[in-house]
């Protein structure tokens, strides 16, 4: 069950991730040029690879699985509760959706603006690299995060490449970016998956047992989800009350 949710936790957010890099790749190679893009992207890859292979192995036969746990835990924490908070101010009104179709309109034109180059292209390759590698190095914290705190690396890693690839195959059918997909209700999922583990994880560090243990996760989540609930329903009857007073007063 355990491996479940971590394959689970570790695709929603990996798919996240290369959506958004896919606008800022597809933006670059429609108005750019394909050659430059694929290299930035390939070089932005090649890189992340590194990183993992250098770090992921020292993380898991090096460092004491307990304080490993707590400090990935609290780690897991910080990162999980900025998604979630995000997310319930995104579901509650409080702040705007992510918009990819905005986004994508946005880096074409600013795209546009300089002049295209004869045969290699450096903005393209640099607009290209820079999107791939930032979204793909969030990628590589929750895959070495997750998967080296459940010893379970290389089913965080397959999670992840699988998400890239489910996503990039659907990008190069659709020829533009994922606008339709449900991208706040993803990260609102990932949000609650992420603190769960971190809870448990930063727990079994400090010697908490867990009742069900491993299972103690999907309660966890169930937990956070019925809290995350109950605030997106408190902070829009807020936002609601706080329009009516003011077209009231109006």
Same mark, same amino acid.
């Given at each position: 069950?355990?491996?479940?949710?971590?394959?689970?936790?570790?695709?929603?957010?990996?798919?996240?991730?290369?959506?958004?890099?896919?606008?800022?790749?597809?933006?670059?190679? #429609? +108005?750019? /040029?394909?050659?430059?893009?694929?290299? %930035?992207? &390939? !070089?932005?890859?090649?890189?992340?690879? @590194?990183? $993992? =292979?250098?770090?992921?192995?020292?993380?898991?036969?090096?460092?004491?699985?307990?304080?490993?746990?707590?400090?990935?835990?609290?780690?897991?924490?910080?990162?999980?509760?900025?998604?979630?908070?995000?997310?319930?101010?995104?579901?509650?009104?409080?702040?705007?959706?992510?918009?990819?179709?905005?986004?994508?309109?946005?880096?074409?034109?600013?795209?546009?603006?300089?002049?295209?180059?004869?045969?290699?292209?450096?903005?393209?390759?640099?607009?290209?690299?820079?999107?791939?590698?930032?979204?793909?190095?969030?990628?590589?914290?929750?895959? #070495? +995060?997750? /998967?080296?705190?459940?010893?379970?690396? %290389?089913? &965080? !890693?397959?999670?992840?490449?699988?998400? @890239?690839? $489910? =996503?990039?195959?659907?990008?190069?059918?659709?020829?533009?970016?994922?606008?339709?997909?449900?991208?706040?209700?993803?990260?609102?999922?990932?949000?609650?998956?992420?603190?769960?583990?971190?809870?448990?994880?930063?727990?079994?560090?400090?010697?908490?047992?867990?009742?069900?243990?491993?299972?103690?996760?999907?309660?966890?989540?169930?937990?956070?989800?019925?809290?995350?609930?109950?605030?997106?329903?408190?902070?829009?009857?807020?936002?609601?009350?706080?329009?009516?007073?003011?077209?009231?007063?109006?």
């Amino acid at each position: 069950m355990s491996s479940s949710v971590l394959f689970i936790a570790v695709f929603l957010a990996s798919s996240v991730e290369a959506v958004e890099a896919l606008t800022i790749v597809l933006a670059s190679g #429609l +108005t750019r /040029g394909w050659k430059s893009t694929f290299q %930035g992207v &390939a !070089a932005a890859l090649g890189t992340l690879g @590194i990183l $993992v =292979v250098a770090f992921g192995p020292a993380l898991v036969h090096y460092v004491p699985i307990k304080t490993l746990r707590i400090v990935v835990g609290g780690l897991l924490l910080i990162y999980g509760l900025q998604w979630l908070r995000k997310a319930i101010l995104r579901q509650a009104g409080f702040k705007a959706k992510h918009d990819e179709d905005k986004i994508f309109d946005e880096k074409v034109a600013e795209l546009s603006k300089a002049p295209k180059a004869v045969g290699y292209d450096s903005t393209a390759f640099t607009v290209s690299f820079k999107g791939v590698f930032l979204e793909g190095l969030e990628v590589v914290i929750i895959v #070495l +995060t997750l /998967g080296t705190s459940a010893h379970q690396i %290389g089913l &965080a !890693a397959l999670s992840a490449l699988v998400a @890239i690839a $489910v =996503v990039s195959v659907i990008g190069a059918a659709v020829s533009k970016q994922l606008s339709k997909v449900p991208e706040n209700t993803m990260k609102m999922g990932v949000g609650l998956m992420l603190i769960s583990f971190g809870t448990f994880w930063a727990g079994e560090g400090l010697g908490v047992n867990w009742p069900g243990s491993d299972l103690s996760i999907i309660w966890l989540i169930a937990l956070y989800g019925i809290a995350s609930g109950l605030i997106i329903a408190y902070s829009s009857y807020l936002r609601k009350s706080v329009v009516r007073t003011k077209e009231s007063q109006a």
